[in-house]
Each structure stands twice: as C-alpha cells, then as structure tokens.
C-alpha cells in the first residue's frame, strides 16, 4: 500500500496564521502568544496584568489548556471576552483553533487580545498563531542550562520574563548566567526579571506591552 506522508501540516498552519495576523492588522489589534513550560507562571501574569491593561485596552483572553477551564475562571472578575479552547490531550495551540476564536469575537472592537498557550516548552515554537509578539515566562526553578537545550522556543520569544525572582534566594542558582544563556540563543531578545505573584514588580512588563503595542500601531 502507497504510504501518504503529510509533509504540508506546518505549511497550512503558517499560512492559516498568516491570515490570522492580517485580521488582527486590519482590526487594529495587538496579540501576545503567552508560552513557558507547565506552571512557570503564565496565568499568574496575566491575572495580575489584567487590572492595569483593562484600563487601557479593549481586551480579550484567548485561554489553551488540554481538558479544563481552570484557568480561564481565574479570569471572571474582568468583564472582558474570554474564549476557551481545550485541546482534548494536544499539547499546543495552533493557527486554525486561533481562527476559531476570531470567528466568535468582535475584533473590530478589541486592541488587545492576550493568547495563553498550552504549558509546553517545545511545540509552540513550531506553530504560528498570528500572534505580534511571542511572550516565554520561564521561571527560576527550571534551571540554568533551558536556554540552549529548549533552543527553539527562546530563538523564537521577543521577551523571556524570568518569573519567580521571589524564591531566588532559596535556589542554587546563578539568574546572570540564565540571562546570558538566553541572550546567547537569541541576542535581540529583551529580558525581564518580575514575581507574577508580586504585582510590585511588573511595572517594566506593563511598559513593554505599552511599548509594544504603540510600535504597532505605528507600522
Ligand atoms: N513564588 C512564586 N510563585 C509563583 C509566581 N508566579 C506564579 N507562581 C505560582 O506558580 C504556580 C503556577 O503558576 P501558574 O500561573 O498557574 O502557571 P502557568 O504557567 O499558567 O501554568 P499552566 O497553565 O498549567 O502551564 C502557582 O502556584 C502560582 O501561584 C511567583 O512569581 N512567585
Ligand atoms: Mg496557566
């Protein structure tokens, strides 16, 4: 029997998340593809950010998680568009689920959609969901030595928040040589040390966001 290799799965998604970026150009609105490896501290962020970015944009939260919504109901308290895909056990999200969500929201009156990807430290690198700019949360308790062996995903973040900083002091861990990994694997990438559970420490987090999304509003 003749054996039918897929090899155009990557080509469809990019060009379905190409699509997607031109409908979030054309609607004027900014997206962040949150990623890290399970619990670095994704939804911590978001939570604590959502205060601060409510107040100056129109948001929507685009939630990935495999079988729950637990995430997602940490979230109500905003009275904001929350869409949830469960990926039934698929340890990603992909261009077409993120093409569902537009389907079901008003883009034209959002500027800012917030993707939290499925915990995973590999896969996302792989699959472009039409995101502006791709968030890594990569938090102290993962070790020194991620960087270069998850290469893929910190080549492909714009900014890696190293979360956590709170327990840093209770690690054997050098956080210089994290950052002069990172900054090894991908020299343009901007670096940022917080505690997501510490909303004190995110004021240079929230100025990237703001920055990053008048760049684009500018392009
Ligand atoms: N000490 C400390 N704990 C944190 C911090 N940020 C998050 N946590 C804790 O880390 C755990 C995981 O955080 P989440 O925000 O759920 O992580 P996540 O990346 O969304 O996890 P998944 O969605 O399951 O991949 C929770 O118990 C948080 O309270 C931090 O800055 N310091
Ligand atoms: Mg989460």
Known sequence: ???KVLKNVMLKNNALGADNRW???KNSVFVL???SSPGAGKTTLIKNSLAEFTDKYKMAIIEGD???SRDAEQFTDFDIPIYQINTEG???LDAKMIHAAIDDL???DLDFIL???VGNLVCPAAFDLGADRMVLVYSITEGEDKPKKYATMFEKADI???NKMDIAPHLNIDVDKVESEIKEVNPGCKVLRLSADKPETLKEWYEWVRKEIESKSKE
């Open 1 to 3: 029997m003749k054996i």
């Open 23 to 25: 409908e979030f150009k």
């Open 33 to 35: 593809n949150m990623t």
């Open 66 to 68: 495999l079988y729950t």
């Open 90 to 92: 698929g340890c990603h």
């Open 106 to 108: 008003d883009l034209n």
């Open 115 to 117: 993707i939290e990807n």
């Open 160 to 162: 890696v928040v190293i």
